[in-house]
T-cell receptor, first 111, second 115 residues
Framework: GQQVMQIPQYQHVQEGEDFTTYCNSS?????IQWYKQRPGGHPVFLIQ?????EVKKQKRLTFQFGEAKKNSSLHITATQTTDVGTYFC???????????FGRGTSLIVHP | ETGVTQSPTHLIKTRGQQVTLRCSSQ?????VSWYQQALGQGPQFIFQ???????GRGNFPPRFSGLQFPNYSSELNVNALELDDSALYLC??????????????FGSGTQLSVL
């Protein structure tokens, strides 16, 4: 089963509202990656974080890696309809860098 | 587009049959990973091939087997199909294998239905 937990499973927002998804593991992660999958599509790589406490930004998206390297978050500011999709975190478990995916958070943006 | 191609795009099989799925990796990539994605779930790691050798395996039974060729393309074989094998099978290529740079480039997947 999945060893990388992700919440919430679904999130409905009005366009312009912010959105955050959280990722947690019981064990230390080698790294954390984030992917986006549009409905009917395949996962597309967004970013990778490796260092403890690392923060990276991509336009309206902010990614954080926890100090203990056991959790991560993705925050989207002022959502747009183009942000619709499922966001997956994927972490390297047990010293491996092979990504183990969370269940994903599906973002629904209402215009 | 990622340059990772998978075939076929859709497949219907009956329980007990065998299936082979194919993947061509992105140019320059030497590692291929296979994932199974059930509806509403995240991709689950099946196995990875690095330079034609199996480099890691997830919690899947031996009837799931794979192969990587010298040109780094890959096959996923599933024997004795079960109804629960119905899923989207994703192939992802990357560079350097388990060396700390596992950025995955996914293909569009093969949607397998087992009846």
């Amino acid at each position: 089963g999945q060893q990388v937990m992700q919440i919430p499973q679904y999130q409905h927002v009005q366009e312009g509202e912010d959105f955050t998804t959280y990722c947690n593991s019981s064990t230390t992660l080698s790294n954390i990656q984030w992917y986006k999958q549009r409905p009917g599509g395949h996962p597309v790589f967004l970013i990778q974080l490796v260092k403890s406490g690392e923060v990276k930004k991509q336009k309206r998206l902010t990614f954080q890696f926890g100090e203990a390297k056991k959790n991560s978050s993705l925050h989207i500011t002022a959502t747009q309809t183009t942000d619709v999709g499922t966001y997956f975190c994927a972490g390297g478990l047990g010293g491996s860098y092979i990504p183990t995916f969370g269940r994903g958070t599906s973002l629904i943006v209402h215009p | 587009e990622t340059g990772v191609t998978q075939s076929p795009t859709h497949l219907i099989k009956t329980r007990g049959q065998q299936v082979t799925l194919r993947c061509s990796s992105q140019s320059g990539h030497n590692t291929v990973s296979w994932y199974q994605q059930a509806l509403g779930q995240g991709p689950q790691f099946i196995f990875q091939y690095y330079r034609e050798e199996e480099n890691g395996r997830g919690n899947f039974p031996p009837r799931f087997s794979g192969l990587q060729f010298p040109n780094y393309s890959s096959e996923l074989n599933v024997n004795a199909l079960e109804l629960d094998d119905s899923a989207l099978y994703l192939c992802a290529s990357s560079l350097e294998g388990a060396r700390g740079n596992e950025k995955l480039f996914f293909g569009s997947g093969t949607q397998l239905s087992v009846l």
